[in-house]
């Protein structure tokens, strides 16, 4: 039997990040986990309480705690990046951010795109920009990834990884809203906004990114990796399998040049290459074959 290892997640207590915690302890690993006490995690974690963005709070809430491996979900600009890099060196073996594949939004290339593709040390950081503004947050999503990664790869003594996540989908608490962003515009034949051109995308199941996740903490590799089911899925191919779930409802696109589109609708393809991920030994599902299982859970049996 392998060492139980000492795991700290640090925020991740809903959707994908609760799932991985199920699969640590049950393991058995020793989980701790840390936010700002506003859910308890599952039994048999640990549970500290402390504000990430403030350092004194973060090394104080940890005491003289070490682990094996660190899995940060919550970890969004370059600050926060700063300050968990600061407080957890020389307390961890290795550190896991959750990224994203928002780190390629100005990306736009018909090959899939790979982890060179955006290379953190090419990216400027700016810690002077409004990060502590929800709305600017909001907006640069991607950006404040992007620099969070750049501030890990200029420590080449910080033993990190960058799990570049696929657009999740899947399980009855997807708090997104977007899959009931479709439902109701299907039930209701109201029309669905898409770019003229509209570029399909990749995508995981809240299942695969919290069995990736788990798989990474016992890896050994640095630096980015793309975690995305095999094949890339069309707004279409999303809203005919809602579509099959629903009793009625007919869907309609509205074909627009400028303005807001709907959510999994991209003018620019920026699919991801999940071949390096391949290649480290994590087995990827199709996206095709679980996108019904996917619908169901998340919209449930009463459909009426």
Same mark, same amino acid.
């Given at each position: 039997?392998?060492?139980? @290892?000492?795991?700290?997640?640090?925020?991740?207590?809903?959707?994908?990040? $609760?799932?991985?915690? /199920?699969?640590? #302890?049950?393991?058995?690993?020793?989980?701790?986990? #840390?936010?700002?006490?506003?859910?308890?995690?599952?039994?048999?974690?640990?549970?500290?309480?402390?504000?990430?963005?403030?350092? $004194?709070?973060?090394?104080? /809430?940890?005491?003289?705690?070490?682990?094996?491996?660190?899995?940060?979900?919550? !970890?969004?600009?370059?600050?926060?990046?700063?300050?968990?890099?600061?407080?957890?060196?020389?307390?961890?073996?290795?550190? *896991?951010?959750?990224?994203?594949?928002? *780190?390629?939004?100005?990306?736009?290339?018909?090959?899939?795109?790979?982890?060179?593709?955006?290379?953190?040390?090419?990216?400027?950081?700016?810690?002077?920009?409004?990060?502590?503004?929800?709305?600017?947050?909001?907006?640069?999503?991607?950006?404040? $990834?992007?620099?969070?990664?750049?501030?890990?790869? /200029?420590?080449?003594?910080?033993?990190?990884?960058?799990?570049? *996540?696929?657009?999740?989908?899947?399980?009855?608490?997807?708090?997104?809203? @977007?899959?009931?962003?479709?439902?109701?515009?299907?039930?209701?034949?109201?029309?669905?906004?898409?770019?003229?051109?509209?570029?399909?995308?990749?995508?995981?199941?809240?299942?695969?990114?919290?069995?990736?996740?788990?798989?990474?903490?016992?890896?050994?590799?640095?630096?980015?990796?793309?975690?995305?089911?095999?094949?890339?899925?069309?707004?279409?191919? *999303? !809203?005919?399998?809602?579509?099959?779930?629903?009793?009625?409802?007919?869907?309609?696109?509205? @074909?627009?040049?400028?303005?807001?589109?709907?959510?999994?609708?991209?003018?620019?393809?920026?699919?991801?290459?999940?071949?390096?991920?391949?290649?480290?030994?994590?087995?990827?599902?199709?996206?095709?074959?679980?996108?019904?299982?996917?619908?169901?859970?998340?919209?449930? $049996?009463?459909?009426?």
């Amino acid at each position: 039997m392998r060492q139980a @290892r000492e795991v700290l997640v640090i925020g991740g207590n809903r959707y994908f990040g $609760k799932r991985l915690i /199920a699969r640590l #302890l049950a393991a058995g690993d020793r989980v701790t986990v #840390l936010n700002r006490g506003s859910s308890a995690p599952p039994p048999g974690a640990v549970h500290l309480v402390a504000d990430r963005n403030d350092e $004194k709070s973060l090394t104080t /809430a940890l005491g003289s705690r070490t682990f094996d491996a660190v899995v940060d979900q919550v !970890c969004y600009t370059p600050r926060q990046a700063e300050i968990a890099r600061r407080v957890l060196t020389g307390r961890t073996r290795r550190y *896991v951010l959750t990224s994203t594949v928002e *780190v390629y939004e100005y990306e736009d290339s018909i090959a899939p795109v790979r982890e060179p593709d955006v290379d953190a040390l090419g990216v400027a950081v700016d810690l002077e920009l409004p990060w502590d503004e929800p709305e600017f947050l909001d907006a640069h999503y991607g950006e404040g $990834k992007r620099q969070a990664e750049a501030v890990f790869a /200029a420590d080449p003594a910080f033993p990190y990884a960058a799990v570049r *996540v696929a657009h999740v989908l899947g399980g009855d608490d997807d708090f997104t809203g @977007r899959m009931t962003h479709y439902a109701s515009r299907i039930r209701s034949g109201t029309p669905i906004a898409v770019p003229v051109v509209n570029h399909p995308a990749t995508y995981i199941h809240v299942e695969e990114i919290a069995d990736f996740l788990f798989w990474a903490v016992g890896q050994d590799f640095t630096g980015p990796v793309n975690a995305a089911s095999h094949g890339l899925l069309t707004t279409e191919e *999303v !809203c005919a399998a809602i579509a099959a779930h629903l009793p009625n409802g007919e869907t309609v696109f509205r @074909r627009v040049e400028v303005g807001e589109v709907s959510p999994f609708s991209f003018t620019r393809a920026y699919g991801m290459d999940n071949s390096r991920a391949t290649r480290l030994g994590f087995r990827f599902t199709h996206a095709r074959q679980w996108l019904p299982e996917a619908v169901a859970e998340t919209l449930g $049996k009463d459909v009426d």
